[in-house]
């Protein structure tokens, strides 16, 4: 099942922050060299790693502020044949960008891209939010997580222990609330 899944890093430097997570992982990796010609726009070049053709190309990022990088790795793979581009991130600001033509909404540019959205709930969004753009957007709680931190604090236990255990149980193939998402 994994086997059609390709860890996408839509900057090079982000690969070289995360390589020990991509490698623990053991899916293939592809690495989008991009070009920022101003500090608005960002043009994907070349898909560097892994082949994409067929594939369900997940993008890694700490954040997906304007959404820019992300359409544009998306496009790029899309155009290298990929068939799902799924852009994961921990914070899904979401700002709107300012543009020429006026302000353009990240809802609206993820709504009509195709592109689906995963992160976490660490910017609160209501119900109705979630609702109303659940066809591009999952919204994953941290909340398993904190309280796991917590414990390990109350109890002294190694939170790198509790974290490898995430790793083993994802490694495991244990089905998780992403792994159902990313293979429905």
Known sequence: ????????FPDPNDFKKKKKFAIDIGLPVAIIDKDKETHKAVHAEYILGAKVNGKICVTLDDMIDTGGTNLSAA?????????????????????PKITENGVVFAEEL??????????????????????????????????????????????????????????????EGKESDLERFLLK
């Open 1 to 8: 099942r994994w086997q059609d899944v390709v860890l996408v």
């Open 75 to 95: 496009e790029a793979l899309r155009e290298a044949g990929a068939k799902r581009v799924i852009a994961c991130a921990t914070h899904g600001i979401l700002s």
């Open 110 to 171: 993820f709504g009509k891209s195709g592109v689906e959205v995963v992160t976490t709930d660490t910017v609160a969004r209501t119900a109705d939010y979630r609702k109303e753009h659940r066809k591009w957007l999952t919204t994953l709680s941290c909340a398993p997580l904190i309280a796991d931190l917590i414990y390990c604090n109350e109890t002294g236990t190694s939170h790198g222990e509790k974290l490898e255990e995430y790793k083993r149980i994802a490694v």
